[in-house]
Every structure is written in structure tokens, then in C-alpha cells.
């Protein structure tokens, strides 16, 4: 499969992405430019963490503007794949491609660290073949991470089994303990309604590798293949 991975100005986690989808998954990886307007035929586009354009004003909010992004928003709306990691969910958002916005962390202060993840669904290309029972152990790195959408909006996605990933403990209980930003409902990936565009706050290539210590976000990009490519 071919993945595109865009770079925007302050991207910082592109080459990680880069890196598990080239070497650890074997798949062909272009780089996309901000400034271009040539998606190279990809088939899944991935917009990864990092800071684009500085964070400025909200975070995403200019990037969501960024020359790339009026092919990239038409592309998802014809139902081509695309994922957003962490500052990538927060451009999804800004651009209006998933439901919800993410605000600053409740503790207002930056969070760098490991938490539990859950799966909620099987029915997305990213999420299929991970266990439902199980906690995934992913690292999270936000300032805004703070998941929030109104009450016709919470129970939409609820309704539609768009909700994707909740924060949860070690054994798997989505609990407010857990809950690492303060985000509705210990929500921390969603989909939209025609489930071909996904937004999660953690950090699945950082947990990809065995040299890493952790390979809980392998499964990830083994759902894509595997369903994508089906």
C-alpha cells in the first residue's frame, strides 16, 4: 500500500511515522510537502504529531489552511483513507473532517507520558483486528488533548460506534483515574460518520518496535494493512 505522510513546518513526528510504515511495516512511504499540491497517489494519508506552524493561535488551526490540506479535504470526502496522530487529530478537527474539538489539557499543562488505550470498535480500518478486552500501553505527548464536543455530537458518535479509542487503566477499565487530559467520556480517538477519516491523541509508532520495548501500536497499522489491502 501506499502511504503519504504530509510535513508540515513544526512536524516533528513525521520521520517516525515515516519510519514504521517504510521499515517495520514494508509499505512504500512518499513525503508530501505542506506547500504542494500532488498527493503522489497515495492511498492512505497520515498526518502525524508534532507542532505545525508552531501551535499558533490553536493547535492545527493554521496548518488546517496549508496548501496540501484542499487536497487532502477532498480527497477524505470522496472517501480516501486518512489518519491524524495527536497534532494531526487536532488539524482533522479544525478542519472539520472528524466530530469534536480538542481543547487544553484540563491540568493546563503539557503531558508526556504512557497511558492505557481500549479499543471500542472493530468496525474501522484502523481498529480491526485489535482486541476489545485488551489494554494497549501507548505514549501520549499534548498540551491539547482535551476531547470535547456537545451533547448531540457525544451521543452521534456513540449512536454511530464512531468513537474508537477510550483511555483506560492497566486492566482495561475506561475510569476517570485513567483519563489523562480531562477529555468527555475517556475519549481518545474518534472516526467520522463514513469511516474513512480517524483521529487519535496517542501515539502509536512510538510503540511499534521491540528495540522500542514496546510493540502495543503495532496492531494498529496491522488493521490498515489488513483491511485496507482486503
Known amino acids: 500500500m501506499k502511504f503519504g505522510v504530509v510535513i508540515f513546518p513544526g512536524s516533528n513526528c513525521d520521520e517516525d511515522i515515516i519510519h514504521v510504515l517504510g521499515h517495520v511495516m514494508e509499505q512504500e512511504v512518499v513525503r508530501l510537502w505542506h506547500k504542494d499540491h500532488d498527493l503522489q497517489g497515495a492511498e492512505f494519508i497520515v498526518l502525524p504529531g508534532g507542532f505545525s506552524y508552531g501551535d499558533y493561535l490553536r493547535s492545527g488551526a493554521i496548518a488546517r489552511f496549508s496548501p496540501i490540506m484542499q487536497e487532502i479535504i477532498a480527497y477524505a470526502k470522496k472517501g480516501g483513507y486518512l489518519m491524524g496522530i495527536c497534532n494531526g487529530f487536532q488539524i482533522l478537527t479544525e478542519a472539520g473532517l472528524v466530530p469534536g474539538a480538542l481543547l487544553h489539557n484540563q491540568q493546563r499543562k503539557f503531558i508526556c507520558d504512557n497511558i492505557y488505550l481500549k479499543a471500542q470498535t472493530n468496525d474501522s480500518v484502523i481498529t480491526s483486528q485489535l482486541e476489545l478486552d485488551r489494554a494497549y500501553k501507548i505514549p501520549i505527548a499534548h498540551g491539547e488533548g482535551n476531547y470535547f464536543a456537545d451533547e448531540a455530537t457525544l451521543n452521534a458518535l456513540n449512536d454511530n460506534d464512531q468513537v474508537l479509542f477510550r483511555y483506560c487503566d492497566a486492566a482495561g477499565n475506561v475510569v476517570a483515574d485513567a483519563n489523562p487530559n480531562g477529555s468527555l467520556e475517556n475519549i481518545a480517538g474518534v472516526c467520522n460518520k463514513s ?36
Do not use: C, K, Q, Y
Not at 509508532?205 to 488493521?223: H, M, Q, T, Y
Open 195 to 230: 469511516r474513512n477519516v480517524f483521529g487519535l491523541m496517542p501515539h502509536p509508532e512510538r510503540a511499534s518496535e521491540n528495540i522500542l520495548g514496546n510493540r502495543d501500536g503495532i496492531g494498529i497499522f496491522e488493521s490498515i494493512l489488513h483491511t485496507a489491502l482486503a
